[in-house]
């Protein structure tokens, strides 16, 4: 099968961009897909050389670098639309490049015939107007400019996802709930992420443990909260900084990874006394280090299709604590393997929760132990068989459709 795989980036540093790039690599190896990459910027993902003869049986990726252009990300990302479309009908017409059919996780192009959906911009623009109103300046703009996006991109998503013709996957059975009622698609089927257990484990993090800590110069008493990803609010940052202020005499610190801009949390992190126990650090591909650092994973998401740093951190062998609204919370039984919030936003339950996982050392290996022993139900391999056997059934749609 030819496929046009359509995002902006792939890299293994990110969930969504990570959770694709696992993908694409197993249906180029296993089932021998051809694969043309329409992205911007690619890491870490073995590439074919374009115009090099290879046999019908063997797969590969190929890509296709669509050009970017600087500017608020409302820009970068219209730009993107119109470009990634202008080089796949350029490929089209002038080099008689035909696809079987267009894949895409979540809305990166306007003709996509199969959807991973990895986030639901309709959620997160219900949640941008939940926001206070910001004052005057830079504040103001960043609000401004993050909900003009997020109606853009929930208006595309209302065009193609209630579209029967494309053929959707989510992420997990509350995304495809969302995706039932939202846009009326009961034909939704659900393939959750997986995880690399090879890579993610107890041994590999504990055999880390104390050099990524004595680099970062953390106490041996230290106790590290760890936060992965983008959109810091929405993940639920803030929650977390109200109830580490309401555990100040306990060695709690927070190191928080991701690409979000740390300068407006440092001022409400400041502002509750706790910006000297907060660490911010960009997103790199070793994600291991963070892993290996933190004693409890910590994320109570407001809004989260998945959650995959939280499966790996249980794969890890970590603790973790989650909220109802991270898809992931479907696998997690509470106080088992895992722990689920009952409101995102209590920090008083959140502080007591995690002052009982300082103090009660057996009951954080204990949940640990059962983590890791979850997160081998996870496997990328089931995954891309999964999302294999959608391509087809979307190939067979797409062909009897036009007969």
Excluded at 173 to 196: H, K, M, S, W, Y
Excluded at 320 to 342: C, D, K, Y
Excluded at 354 to 371: I, N, P, S, Y
Aim: hydrophobic share 45%; aromatic share 8%.
């Amino acid at each position: 099968m030819r496929l046009a795989a359509v995002s902006p980036f792939i890299d293994h540093r990110h969930g969504t961009e990570r959770a694709f790039a696992e993908l694409l690599e197993r249906l180029a190896g296993k089932e021998r897909c051809e694969i043309h990459l329409y992205a911007q910027r690619v890491e870490d993902l073995a590439l074919a050389q374009p115009g090099v003869a290879r046999s019908q049986d063997c797969g590969a990726i190929i890509w296709h670098r669509v050009p970017s252009i600087p500017g608020p990300h409302l820009v970068q990302f219209l730009a993107w639309l119109f470009l990634n479309s202008l080089w796949r009908a350029w490929d089209r017409a002038m080099r008689g490049l035909s696809f079987d059919l267009i894949v895409s996780p979540g809305i990166n192009c306007l003709d996509a015939e199969a959807v991973i959906v990895h986030a639901l911009f309709h959620r997160l623009r219900e949640l941008a107007r939940e926001e206070p109103a910001q004052g005057f300046g830079t504040g103001v703009f960043r609000s401004f400019h993050r909900r003009a996006y997020y109606r853009l991109v929930a208006g595309l998503e209302r065009r193609i996802y209630a579209d029967p013709k494309v053929s959707l996957a989510a992420v997990s059975r509350r995304t495809a709930t969302l995706l039932r009622e939202e846009f009326g698609r009961q034909d939704v089927r659900v393939i959750p992420n997986g995880v690399d257990t090879a890579q993610f484990s107890p041994s590999a993090r504990l055999a880390r443990r104390s050099e990524v800590r004595q680099r970062r110069k953390i106490q041996s008493d230290g106790f590290v909260l760890l936060l992965i990803g983008n959109d810091w609010r929405v993940k639920g940052i803030e929650t977390i900084f109200r109830a580490m202020g309401k555990l100040r005499n306990l060695p709690v610190s927070l190191l928080v990874a991701g690409d979000d801009s740390p300068a407006t949390f440092q001022e409400t992190a400041k502002s509750l006394g706790i910006l000297e126990r907060c660490r911010f650090e960009p997103s790199r591909k070793d994600v291991l280090d963070f892993y290996a650092a933190a004693d409890v994973y910590v994320s109570p998401s407001r809004e989260d299709s998945f959650g995959l740093p939280v499966a790996e951190a249980m794969a890890c062998g970590l603790p973790v604590i989650t909220s109802p609204f991270a898809g992931v919370s479907e696998f997690i039984q509470n106080g088992m393997n895992g722990f689920v919030l009952r409101d995102a936003r209590d920090e008083k339950e959140l502080a007591g929760l995690l002052e009982q996982l300082f103090r009660d050392h057996d009951l954080r290996q204990r949940v640990g132990e059962t983590a890791a022993a979850s997160a081998v139900e996870w496997d990328w391999d089931k995954n891309a068989a999964a999302v294999w056997e959608l391509l087809q059934e979307a190939l067979s749609k797409k062909l009897h459709t036009s007969s």
